[in-house]
């Protein structure tokens, strides 16, 4: 069987961090001569192509097809939102830049505004410089008490980021599949049976969500809808003094508007609830008219004639500590051969922020993996 000796790069997950990883590592292989030949593969048991109110098998788990999804900074004042503002930081880059290359692709360029009814300090810090150095985002600027509802204490809008998720992660999928990407649907039970799929495999990125029996994992609970609006043009945010957040995303290209949500950790539940359903809507509404470009009350009718099209609930993958991002070796069976080491890079629990996060974290699985990309025979000697 020559195709069980052909190099391969195995990718477990067709979710957005994946996606973007699966892309970096094809770039990566194709800068020399000597790896062009490397095969990707991707592995998933779900796949993009999900659109609100039209029938779908997506479960909860798949993260990617649930968000609003938006880019919203966190002030960067521990070490693990350091490390999330890195990466975000490159994610900006690349989203400025498929804006530009590739307008159809599912990212738009949108101003972001935020209402915060307790800011922490790290929020009351934060000024045009420090936002944009940590984010990458420009156009930072503090909101005057007229320009905020009532309760708020600090407000401030900002240049940013909208996904329209299932639509930006097909984009993806099919760059992915014209570079010669290959595909297999399959559930697996460990990220080492992976290793099973080719007979020459160089190393496996495990993006799979919430990893399987990583007991730092848990689901935080979102339960959003999308409506039928289709005229904002900001996505806004509300912090609440309990805790709990309002948020309007648009989602362009006939995505509608996710108007949501909760946050619960640790919550299983994947049917919606009818009475979250009712306060999420209705609490999210009186942002609205602060989501558009002409001064809020202005608008033409208000409160607007708003249609629930789908509810959404997804589930999160949280990792306590953060995102895992590090290689793992370990010896593996292999038959009429000699043992060998199995190496996995592992990229999972990106939590509330895949999005955001995507691209950074995709770099750096390919930095980890650098000495990887060289053939296993050459490493065999070490073993
Ligand atoms: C309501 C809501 C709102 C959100 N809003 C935002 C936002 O505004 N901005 C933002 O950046 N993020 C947002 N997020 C978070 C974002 O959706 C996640 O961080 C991101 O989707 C995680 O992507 P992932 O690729 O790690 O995992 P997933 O999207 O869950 O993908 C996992 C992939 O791995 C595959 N897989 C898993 N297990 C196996 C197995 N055993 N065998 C084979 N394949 C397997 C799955 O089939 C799937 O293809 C939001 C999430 C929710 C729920
Ligand atoms: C990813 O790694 C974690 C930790 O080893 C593991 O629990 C999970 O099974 C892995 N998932 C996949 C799909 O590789
Ligand atoms: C949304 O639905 C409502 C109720 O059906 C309707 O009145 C409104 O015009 C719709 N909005 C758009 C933008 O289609």
């Not at 909860?60 to 490390?83: C, E, F, K, N």
């Not at 980021?161 to 992915?176: G, M, Q, V």
């Not at 309007?248 to 359903?277: C, H, K, M, Q």
Request: with cysteine.
């Amino acid at each position: 069987m020559s195709s069980s000796s052909h190099p391969t790069v195995i990718i477990i997950g067709a979710g957005i961090i994946g996606l973007a990883c699966a892309l970096k590592v094809q770039a990566k292989l194709g800068e020399h001569e000597g790896t062009r030949h490397v095969e990707v593969l991707l592995v998933a048991c779900e796949w993009p192509g999900s659109m609100p109110g039209a029938p779908s098998t997506h479960s909860a788990d798949y993260a990617s097809m649930w968000a609003g999804a938006h880019v919203r900074p966190i002030p960067a004042t521990t070490p693990q939102l350091r490390r999330e503002a890195t990466w975000l930081k490159l994610t900006a880059a690349e989203f400025d830049r498929q804006v530009e290359t590739e307008p159809w692709c599912g990212v738009t360029r949108i101003a972001g505004v935020e209402f915060l009814e307790a800011p922490d300090r790290g929020y009351r810090n934060q000024d045009a410089g420090s936002f944009e150095r940590e984010s990458g985002l420009r156009g930072y600027r503090k909101l005057s008490p007229s320009e905020v509802p009532g309760g708020v204490s600090l407000g401030f809008e900002y240049e940013t980021f909208c996904i329209n998720p299932p639509l930006y992660c097909e984009h993806l999928l099919r760059r992915f599949l014209l570079q010669g990407g290959k595909t297999v649907q399959r559930e697996l039970k460990s990220e080492w049976e992976a290793f099973s799929l080719r007979g020459n495999v160089l190393f496996i990125v495990n993006a799979s969500g919430t990893g399987f029996g990583d007991p730092k994992c848990f689901p935080i609970r979102g339960q959003t809808v999308v409506t039928n609006l289709s005229d904002i043009t900001k996505t806004v945010t509300r912090h609440n003094k309990d805790g709990s957040r309002s948020f309007l995303i648009p989602r362009f290209f006939n995505g509608g508007t996710i108007v949501g949500g909760t946050v619960e950790p640790g919550d299983w539940r994947t049917e919606p609830d009818s009475a979250t359903r009712s306060r999420i809507f209705a609490a999210g509404l009186t942002i609205e008219p602060y989501a558009h470009d002409d001064t809020p009350g202005s608008h033409a009718e208000s409160p607007r004639n708003v249609k629930v099209v789908s509810d959404v609930v997804g589930r999160r993958p949280t990792r306590e500590g953060g995102m895992r991002l590090e290689v793992e070796e370990r010896a593996l069976v292999q038959h009429n051969r000699k043992p060998t080491a199995g190496r996995v890079v592992h990229a999972y629990g990106a939590g509330g922020r895949g999005y955001e996060v995507s691209w950074g974290v995709a770099s750096e699985v390919v930095e980890l993996a650098g000495p990887l990309f060289e053939p296993r025979a050459s490493l065999g000697a070490k073993l």
